[in-house]
C-alpha cells in the first residue's frame, strides 16, 4: 500500500491512528499562553533529542529552466524570466565559493526540464562535488527509481522533495502543465527514492496553497507513513510560507507567525526525532525566535538564481518560449516580449533574511547553540575510520 491510499481514507475520514490524533490536537486553536507551553515543551524535547546543535547548509540553483505551470512559482514555464543552466565547472564554482565560506552541506535544485537538466548532467555535478562536499542533496524533479540509483552512487545522500499541497484539487487548479500535474506520481517520490538508497528524505508543503492545518495535518500523516515503511532512513520536514516571485501569485491561504510556530512546534512535540529546516524565505527577526525552539537545519546567506554567489551563468541567460531558446536580444514571442530586462537568471522567490553565514553562525552561538558545518562523511559507511584509544 503507498501513502496515496492512506491520503485518500484520510480524505474520506476514517479513523486517524493515535498520533495522528494526537498531532491534530496540537494543532487545534491555542491561547497565547499555552502557545508559550507549547514552545516551551519543544525547546526542552529538541534540547534532549539534538542537543545545542544547528546544522548549516546552502542551496545551489543550478538551473531554472522549466516545462511545468505553477501558478505559484517563480520559474514556472511561462513567466517572462531570464533563465541559465550553469555548466559542471560553473557548479564547482559555485560550491567552492560556499565551501570557502564554511558550507560542507550543500542542496542543488533545479527546474524541472528534461532538455536541460538531463543526459547525466546531475550524475556529472554529483561526480565533481563529491571528493570536496561530503554532504549533497537533491531537490529536483521526480524521478524513478534507477534514476535515484544513479544519484546515489554518483555521492549523493540526500532527497528533498515537497508536495507543494496535499489537497487534490487545490493542486490540480496550480499545476496547469507539465509533468507535475501528476499528483500521485510526485506524492509517492519520496518511497521511490528510499528504494533508491537516499540515507536522508525531506518532505514538506508550501503554506498559502491550501488552509494550513489542511496540509499540516496530511504532511505529519505522510511522515508518519515513511516512517512506517522506510525504516532506515532519517527524515525532515518544512513549511516553506510562499515569498514574492515572478508571475506575482496572490495566495488565498494566509499563515501568521504564531500559526507557523504552532505548526513547527507540533511536529517537535509529536515527532521528536525528526528534523526540521527552517529556510530564508523567513525574516530575521522570526528566523531568530525559532532557532531555540525545534529547528535543527537552516539555510544562510542563501540565493535562489543559478550563479548567485559568483556570477557563473550570467553570459548565457536567455528567454525560453515554449520550450525554445531565444536569444535575449531577439525578439520573442508573446508573453516573454517587452519584459525581459535584468542581465542575470532570476531567482525563484524573494529572499527575506539576507544575513551572511557568518553573522547567522554568530547569531547561533550568541544563543548558545552550536553551528554544524559538517556532521558526515562517506569514510563512516567505508569503514576508514580512525580510532582513538
Known amino acids: 500500500m503507498s501513502f496515496v491510499e492512506q491520503l485518500n481514507a484520510l480524505d474520506r475520514g476514517e479513523k486517524k491512528s493515535p498520533l495522528l490524533s494526537r498531532f491534530e490536537r496540537v494543532l487545534a486553536p491555542v491561547s497565547p499562553s499555552k502557545l508559550e507551553a507549547l514552545a516551551q515543551e519543544s525547546v526542552e524535547i529538541t534540547r534532549r533529542n539534538f542537543g545545542k546543535t544547528m546544522r548549516l547548509f546552502a542551496p545551489i540553483y543550478v538551473s531554472n529552466e ?3 505551470n505553477c501558478s505559484y512559482c517563480g520559474f514556472s514555464r511561462d513567466n517572462p524570466i531570464l533563465r541559465t543552466t550553469l555548466t559542471v565547472n560553473q557548479v564547482v564554482t559555485e560550491a567552492r565559493h560556499l565551501a570557502d565560506r564554511g558550507f560542507r552541506n550543500l542542496l542543488l535544485v533545479a527546474g524541472e526540464h528534461p532538455k536541460f537538466v538531463s543526459d547525466g548532467y546531475l550524475e556529472e555535478c554529483l561526480e565533481a562535488l563529491r571528493k570536496t562536499v561530503p554532504t549533497i542533496a537533491i531537490e529536483v524533479g521526480p524521478m524513478e527509481t534507477p534514476e535515484y540509483i544513479r544519484m546515489v552512487d554518483a555521492g549523493c545522500e540526500g532527497l528533498v522533495v515537497y508536495q ?9 487548479d496550480y499545476h496547469t502543465a507539465g509533468p ?4 500521485d506520481w510526485r506524492i509517492n517520490c ?10 536522508r528524505i525531506g518532505v514538506g508543503a508550501l503554506m498559502g496553497l491550501a488552509d494550513w492545518r489542511y496540509d499540516v495535518l496530511r504532511l505529519a500523516a505522510h511522515l508518519e507513513y515513511l516512517y512506517q515503511t522506510c525504516w ?16 506575482e501569485f496572490d495566495p488565498e491561504f494566509a499563515m501568521s507567525d504564531a500559526e507557523f510556530v504552532q505548526a513547527l512546534c507540533a511536529f517537535r512535540v509529536c515527532f521528536p ?16 525566535a525559532l532557532f531555540p525552539l525545534g529547528v535543527t537545519s537552516i539555510s544562510a546567506g542563501s540565493h535562489t538564481e543559478p550563479g548567485g554567489y559568483t556570477g557563473e551563468g550570467a553570459d548565457d541567460v536567455h528567454l525560453t518560449v515554449r520550450g525554445r531558446r531565444v536569444e535575449i536580444d531577439e525578439s520573442p514571442a508573446t508573453p516573454c516580449s517587452g519584459k525581459a530586462t535584468v542581465t542575470s537568471a532570476a531567482g525563484q522567490f524573494d529572499i527575506a533574511d539576507e544575513r551572511s553565514p557568518e553573522e547567522i553562525a554568530a547569531h547561533l552561538r550568541s544563543i548558545g547553540l552550536d553551528p554544524v558545518w559538517k556532521d558526515w562523511d562517506a ?11
Do not use: M, W
Request: aromatic share 8%; net charge positive.
Open 273 to 288: 526525532q525528526v528534523g526540521i529546516v527552517l529556510s530564508t524565505r523567513e525574516p530575521q527577526e522570526l528566523r531568530n
Open 379 to 389: 569514510a563512516i559507511l567505508s569503514g576508514n575510520v580512525v580510532s582513538v584509544s
Open 66 to 68: 522549466c516545462v511545468n
Open 232 to 247: 532506515k532512513a532519517t527524515f525532515t520536514i518544512s513549511l516553506p510560507r510562499l515569498r514574492p516571485a515572478a508571475g
Open 164 to 172: 507543494e499541497t496535499y489537497h487534490r484539487e487545490a493542486y490540480a
Open 190 to 199: 519520496p518511497e521511490r527514492g528510499y528504494d533508491g538508497g537516499f540515507r
Open 180 to 183: 507535475k500535474k501528476d499528483f
